[in-house]
């Protein structure tokens, strides 16, 4: 991402979020997440270059700083809590995508940080529908949240989210990150049967106890 067009219809794409240019230069517009009304992305140009400042966490400010160079202390704001990256294309789309959803997670009381910890939590071997992601993010309403946080996933390596299947047990043919194919290989490279693009949810599945997670074959907390 190289462009303010780009970067801002990623920050949109969270949930609960909304742009907007409160200041009487227009050149700075944020994204702000609704409710609290804090930003977690402001785009602005500086010396011909774009430029986006995101919150971070502290163990991972010097980290960014020293892995790019287009990685600055925040202009503008708390130098330990905000970067500003350059956009001149030195930093891996992917790497952008993972820090603006660590900028979101830190600003927003995040739903979609609380459902890439509920993925996490599902054991190699065994599957979750969206409705029982939901559950264990700590709203069972929340199934559609949960489908959009997935197709984000910002670390697909350890965030599992081929390991989360509809509620008939179908996989996704729109799987993110290569498809229905490849979602099924994953599934079979953890023991998972995959039949006809389905997954035995009595023989896979898991069952939620007073916030444990349970197989479906046993009475033992997994661990």
């Avoid at 927003?108 to 996490?120: C, E, F, G, L």
């Avoid at 190699?124 to 559950?135: F, I, L």
């Avoid at 509809?166 to 039949?195: T, Y």
Wanted: with cysteine; aromatic share 10%.
């Amino acid at each position: 991402m190289k462009t303010r067009e780009e970067v801002l219809a990623y920050g949109l794409s969270f949930p609960y979020t909304y742009q907007d240019a409160p200041f009487r230069d227009t050149n700075w517009q944020l994204v702000r997440v609704h409710g609290s009304k804090k930003a977690f992305l402001w785009t602005y140009e500086k010396d011909r270059q774009i430029r986006i400042n995101i919150k971070v966490d502290p163990e991972w400010r010097d980290f960014w700083r020293n892995a790019y160079d287009a990685v600055l202390p925040g202009y503008h704001q708390n130098k330990e809590h905000w970067n500003t990256v350059i956009l001149d294309g030195s930093v891996p789309d992917d790497t952008l995508k993972q820090m603006i959803t660590e900028s979101y997670d830190l600003v927003a009381d995040s739903p979609t940080k609380r459902i890439y910890d509920a993925v996490k939590q599902i054991p190699r071997g065994k599957v979750a529908t969206y409705g029982k992601v939901a559950e264990l993010a700590g709203n069972p309403r929340m199934a559609r949240a949960v489908g959009n946080a997935l197709h984000h996933n910002p670390d697909p390596e350890h965030i599992p989210c081929y390991r989360v299947v509809n509620f008939r047990g179908e996989l996704s043919g729109a799987f993110a990150f290569g498809g229905a194919d490849e979602q099924a290989n994953r599934l079979r490279a953890d023991g998972i049967e995959v039949i006809d693009g389905r997954v035995d949810l009595d023989k896979y599945g898991i069952r939620i106890v007073d916030d444990v997670i349970y197989t479906k074959t046993t009475v033992e907390p997994l661990t």
